[in-house]
């Protein structure tokens, strides 16, 4: 038998609420903050991003990208932010790499 007040308990400690409430906001795309940094740390280069907690250098990122917070959300433990900023995110690290490599590229030959 349910006990409606035990349910929506239960819901609310494993953050089942926190992601509804955020999904309903329009954030598919959600990555942990160490997979964020991963993926993305070579768009913090000019951040200046050493010696800063791992969930503040994700929002430095992202604040570099979208200033107006409109598009993107920290939570607990993830990065919440809409498909269209993924897709800038995306290309703009492509580019990042793609500059990398060319630094590379010139060093060694």
């Not at 309903?24 to 000019?46: A, E, I, K, M, W």
């Not at 990122?61 to 939570?75: A, P, V």
């Not at 900023?85 to 060093?107: G, K, Q, T």
Request: with cysteine; charged share 30%; glycine share 4%.
């Amino acid at each position: 038998k349910f006990v409606p007040q035990m349910v929506l308990n239960q819901l609310k400690y494993s953050g089942m609420m926190e992601t509804v409430r955020i999904r309903r906001l329009g954030y598919p795309v959600r990555r942990t903050f160490d997979d964020f940094l991963f993926r993305y740390n070579v768009l913090g280069r000019n951040l200046h991003l050493e010696g800063k907690e791992v969930p503040q250098s994700c929002a430095a990122i992202m604040h570099k990208h979208d200033s107006s917070r409109k598009d993107w959300q920290t939570g607990k433990t993830k990065m919440f932010y809409r498909e269209s900023l993924e897709r800038l995110l995306e290309r703009e690290r492509d580019n990042a790499l793609r500059d990398v490599c060319r630094i590379i590229y010139y060093f060694i030959l």
